[in-house]
């Protein structure tokens, strides 16, 4: 069965979502004890701890048992018998242990006033910790930002969540004590940590806000811009309500849950149509799309535009499918029927568009350059006789020598020269030299000094002969670094074919 993209996953897993989060509150719709609410959830809490833990360790005993039955009795088990019992524990057992342990007196619970100690502890000694310490660092990179007048780097958005989370967190458990003499300082720590977190609010949103506005609307950046609304109106709330109940956090979450899993405005049809609109942009400005149909262009995209048209691919392709663009071609985009997948390949999309399927890597260190041809690709060998073994040479290992009957070949120590040797018994031995420079250079060109991954094995192949020998290569992976003197070789990874040429015979290598 061809696999769906995983649009249909992600809206299960909201769904499953909104439902979890609605079962922490559905019995507390009526009612305003917070304290029935916390006592209620820390119950579920450590049911769902114990299933969780009971479930691991049956299934962990039970699997051990069929892997004895199969070795001491030497009897058959089936590996898929392993994955149905997984599915027996998780789908039966995990449900029903769970469900036992459900409170069912809520009376009883909105009154319960018992605190575990232990929880304490974690809570004010491990996370409270952990919020000042994302907070200092936060505080220090506002004043970076400040004084150097840069925008905001996209990966402190997720300190920041983590900040809000784990400062959440920390509230919610320490929340039954806030009404206890010696705890009096939880409600001016939660009140200011709501003050703290509304400045770094604005912080977020300059990031991710950038974030979108060069690569356009995905999932995640949806969900991203969600949660920080969601906190920005929960810090208001928590603020200036008089109420301030626990229980709308839950509520709140699940509505969202449920009003971004479906219809225009959720988040996998803005998502769909900003990365559709942007493709169509990027088409439209190479002259690869005219008129709703793609045309043959005058000339090839940027490498930059490249890039882009296939990172978008990419992403259709695994979250929606091209239902989108489909209209665009003249051919079907659908995989055939004993495909993996119920579309064609990004690489198969982009060959039909006349690119090469190649994702340029931007965020490689500074002065390393690494080149990988497209995995899963077998090197055409036609022409040649023998298919030497896959080779890896390292700077821990410059020196090293692969062979297969009468061919050998080494490394030289700049990992910059391959010297071939066919030397067939009682036979002159002749060498052919192959510099891999020209490779090095040619590949920085293409990619305009950046390295890159996915790239077609041709623009890999090196090809090479002399009167006794001819070699073909494919190098799979080489990474490169920028020096003072010129370009070093880390380590290269590839493979060989080769064939006799001259007086000798294929078959004499088999004597």
């Given at each position: ?116 100690n232990g929880l304490k502890i974690f809570s004010q000694y491990v996370l409270l910790p952990l919020v000042g310490i994302y907070f200092v660092i936060l505080l ?12 905001p780097y996209g990966w402190v958005s997720r300190l920041i969540l983590g900040f809000s989370a784990t400062g959440l967190l920390s509230l919610l458990l320490l ?147 091209y239902a989108a663009i489909e209209q665009w071609f003249d051919v079907s985009l659908r995989a055939d029927a004993d495909a993996w997948s119920a579309w064609k ?167």
């Amino acid at each position: 069965i061809p696999a769906a993209p995983e649009v249909h996953g992600m809206r299960l897993a909201l769904l499953m979502a909104a439902a979890a989060l609605f079962i922490t509150f559905a019995p507390w719709m009526r009612r305003d004890a917070d304290s029935g609410f916390w006592q209620f959830n820390r119950a579920l809490a450590v049911r769902a701890f114990t299933a969780g833990l009971f479930t691991l360790v049956l299934y962990g005993g039970l699997a051990l048992a069929l892997a004895a039955v199969e070795n001491l009795f030497e009897l058959p088990i089936p590996g898929e018998r392993y994955l149905q019992l997984w599915i027996l524990h998780l789908g039966i057992f995990l449900p029903w242990f769970f469900l036992a342990g459900v409170p069912v007196d809520f009376d009883d619970a909105a009154g319960d006033i018992r605190y575990p100690n232990g929880l304490k502890i974690f809570s004010q000694y491990v996370l409270l910790p952990l919020v000042g310490i994302y907070f200092v660092i936060l505080l220090a990179y506002s004043g970076k930002i400040v004084f150097s007048w840069t925008w905001p780097y996209g990966w402190v958005s997720r300190l920041i969540l983590g900040f809000s989370a784990t400062g959440l967190l920390s509230l919610l458990l320490l929340y039954p004590l806030r009404t206890r003499d010696e705890a009096r300082w939880i409600t001016r720590a939660a009140t200011w940590f709501w003050v703290a977190l509304l400045p770094l609010l604005v912080l977020y949103f300059l990031a991710i806000s950038r974030r979108i506005s060069e690569y356009g609307m995905t999932e995640g950046r949806y969900l991203g811009v969600l949660v920080g609304a969601w906190l920005a109106v929960m810090a208001l709330y928590f603020l200036f309500s008089r109420g301030r109940h626990i229980t709308r956090i839950p509520v709140s979450l699940c509505i969202l849950a449920l009003l971004i899993s479906f219809g225009p405005w959720g988040m996998f049809s803005v998502s769909e149509q900003s990365q559709s609109a942007r493709l169509e942009g990027l088409l439209e400005t190479n002259g690869l799309l005219t008129d709703g149909k793609i045309r043959t262009a005058e000339k090839e995209p940027s490498l930059d535009d490249a890039g882009e048209i296939n990172a978008i691919l990419q992403y259709m392709h695994s979250m929606h499918g091209y239902a989108a663009i489909e209209q665009w071609f003249d051919v079907s985009l659908r995989a055939d029927a004993d495909a993996w997948s119920a579309w064609k390949s990004p690489a198969d999309v982009a060959a039909l568009l006349g690119i090469d399927y190649v994702a340029v890597r931007k965020s490689a260190p500074e002065g390393e350059l690494r080149f990988d041809a497209a995995r899963n690709v077998a090197l055409s060998v036609r022409g040649y006789d023998r298919l030497l073994p896959e080779a890896f040479f390292s700077e821990s290992r410059r020196e090293a020598t692969v062979g297969a009957e009468h061919v050998t070949y080494r490394m030289n120590a700049t990992l910059d020269t391959l010297t071939f040797v066919f030397a067939p018994e009682e036979e002159t031995a002749d060498s052919l030299r192959i510099p891999l420079t020209a490779l090095a250079d040619t590949l920085l060109a293409a990619y305009e000094g950046s390295g890159a991954q996915d790239i077609p094995p041709e623009r890999m192949e090196i090809e090479a002969a002399n009167d006794g020998l001819a070699v073909k290569l494919l190098i799979m992976q080489v990474q490169l670094r920028r020096e003072s003197d010129g370009l070093r070789t880390k380590f290269m990874r590839l493979r060989t074919a080769f064939r006799v040429t001259g007086g000798a015979e294929v078959d004499d290598l088999n004597e």
